[in-house]
């Protein structure tokens, strides 16, 4: 009898240790688990401090506007480099837009047309980053063929008169267009800071590039 209680004994007190220990075990990973939580939210903080901290040492007057904010942050400021881009690309994609509406009118063949209308496209996504940093919109009245800066209506002017010599001379005017466009927006890109400002000029950018193989492929 002595045996078996003795035996019992031993094994409730292996019983009890091991769940002693199994508790422990369990508080130490959920301990772990919350200080890991901590550290990668302070990680978290730490890398937004630090961009505030960047955005402060850029210092007054060196840039542009601040834009709007996006889900609670704001997009970032801008150049002058980045606010003049913006408004030249607004005005050289409706330079596009207008001359291919018009040659696309005198010669009556899809191309012009249907690139009219992804040139519109384009000019709405340069309005939109416009709207969203808060700058001056020179379209903000869309007549055909003129425009705030005074170049673009010697170019829509020169280039309307030259497409309008023969139906090859108008596809040569859209390889013009597209290739001013392309130079513009590589050149764009390399000054642009703003991630959002990159995207849409990438996008124009991959735009142009098929408008101009469509144009050549159509001259061939």
């Not at 422990?24 to 302070?42: T, Y």
């Not at 980053?129 to 800066?149: E, H, K, S």
């Amino acid at each position: 009898m002595r045996k078996v209680i003795t035996v019992a004994l031993v094994l409730l007190i292996v019983v009890s240790t091991s769940v002693g220990w199994a508790q422990q075990l369990r508080g130490g990973r959920g301990q772990s688990n919350q200080q890991s939580r901590g550290i990668q939210g302070r990680s978290g903080n730490q890398q937004f401090q630090s961009q505030g901290i960047a955005n402060l040492q850029r210092g007054p007057g060196c840039c542009g506007r601040q834009g709007q904010g996006i889900g609670g942050f704001t997009t970032g400021t801008l150049s002058s480099v980045e606010s003049q881009g913006l408004t030249y690309m607004r005005q050289e994609e409706k330079l596009a837009r207008d001359v291919y509406l018009t040659l696309g009118e005198q010669w009556n063949l899809p191309i012009f047309a249907n690139i009219a209308k992804a040139e519109s496209r384009h000019m709405a996504a340069i309005g939109g980053l416009l709207a969203r940093y808060n700058l001056a919109d020179p379209v903000a009245i869309d007549v055909r063929g003129q425009f705030t800066d005074q170049k673009f209506t010697k170019m829509y002017e020169d280039l309307v008169a030259s497409g309008a010599q023969s139906l090859a001379d108008a596809l040569r005017v859209g390889i013009q267009i597209e290739e001013l466009d392309i130079a513009d927006l590589q050149a764009d890109l390399n000054t642009a800071r703003q991630q959002d400002i990159r995207n849409v000029y990438q996008n124009l950018l991959k735009g142009s590039q098929q408008h101009l193989r469509a144009f050549t492929a159509q001259l061939k």
